[in-house]
């Protein structure tokens, strides 16, 4: 049983979390036949360890658009508590650069070209009756406006310091006391104002970054031959075979991602990000967080991606000690390996990747070889070795794939190092 003291972190939720803790148990035996010339081992292993980091800010469950997890709650504020003061005429200087400047981040029926809508209506210069006010968009907005007035409980003024929201923190239980939305806000009732500002310095303090954790399981077999067939004949056979995966996602994690894929995917994910319909709060949502969340999910309890299922070395070495090559030596290895898994099939049933089929890489295979020499000298009785070893034998450098896009294209390489070769000399005394 061991821990990692690890430096505070802290999960989605601005909680710190416990130090990982790992427990390991082997049991394995021995066996050594013809007077140790033939030795055989077997080894069973399991490896267990809770809160194990998965990664920081989400990027591991989430990808590369984990920073929406904050921008979105944040620019999303903003940009409805601008189309509030504009819809209510709360703000009059807001309303006038928005008529003249950005109306489609406002006004959403004129936007999507609605016959009779001008740029300028809003509920207060127009009728109940108007086109503006009957328009679909104009009562999504609405509902819109009230969904983000009622924001799920978690999402408190401490949920946005935490996030690193600059300045002093969206409030948003004082805009659901007032009714208004830039109440909650900093920058004195302009609503653009905030939303620039939020825009051109909103990111998570480095020392803040959330995690998430998982329990991580490693379990397998070794086995091992080592044998000398002769008394200059030396051969070794190992065989390792693991499996590895990850299970229990944080329930801070869960609840935080179910929490706001209800609020997304209600009234509030009507929101336009940059007032353009194609960036919906809700879509994006969807889109860049609650899928790759899925395939989080769905891959607990599944072989890791990063183990090879097995791997094997073959290892051996034969020495001269008569004749004419009295004190050469040549030996060989064999190093194989299983192939990683490396993408995973896209699921058009499922929306996002399929964990259950997943994409191999191939196969690593590599022989190394190496000849030596060795001679007893008269000084001292020294003795006087060379031996030079080659390296991944007859490879060239080249490209390996490491990781494969949904339809099987290459999506990412690694360097394969080739042959190489070293030459050593040594004196024993």
Known sequence: ?????????????????????????????????????????????????SNATLASGGSAILGSQSY???????????????VQDYMYGFDASSGNWGAAAIPTWLNY????????????????????????????????????????????????????????????????AKAKASGRLDDALTGGGNCLNDFLYLVNILQPAGSTLPVSTVDTLAKGQEFEITAAPTKNWNVSLNYVRTFATRTNLDSSTIFYMNGLNDFWNGDAGYMRLWGLAAYGGGYLWHKDLWLPYQVTLSSQGQSAPEVAKWRTNLVTTYSFDHGKLKGWMVGGAARLEAGRISGYKYS??????????????????????????????????WVWRAQINLRNVGEKTRLVAAYYEPDGSLSLARIQEGMVWRFTTSIEF
Not at 23 to 38: A, C, H, P
Request: aromatic content about 12%.
């Open 348 to 381: 058009s049933a499922l929306g996002y990747l399929d964990v259950h089929q997943p994409i191999m890489g191939p196969q690593d295979n590599h022989f190394d070889m190496w000849v030596g020499y060795s001679k007893k000298l008269a000084y001292h009785d």
């Open 68 to 82: 929406e997890l904050y921008q979105l709650m944040a620019l999303g504020y903003a940009e409805v508590a601008m």
């Open 1 to 49: 049983s061991n821990f990692k003291a690890d430096a505070p972190r802290r999960n989605l939720m601005g909680n710190i979390i416990p130090n990982p803790q790992g427990k390991t148990r082997e049991k394995g035996f021995s066996i050594g036949l013809f007077n140790d010339r033939v030795n055989l081992k077997a080894n069973w292993f399991k490896t267990t360890v």
């Open 109 to 172: 029926a004129f936007a999507d070209g609605v016959a009779g809508v001008t740029q300028y209506d809003n509920l207060t210069n127009t009728s109940p009756t108007s086109a503006y006010q009957q328009a679909t968009q104009t009562v999504k907005q609405k509902a819109m406006i009230q969904a983000w007035l009622n924001m799920p409980s978690f999402v408190t003024s401490d949920f946005y310091k935490f996030w690193n929201v600059p300045g002093t923190p969206i409030n948003p």
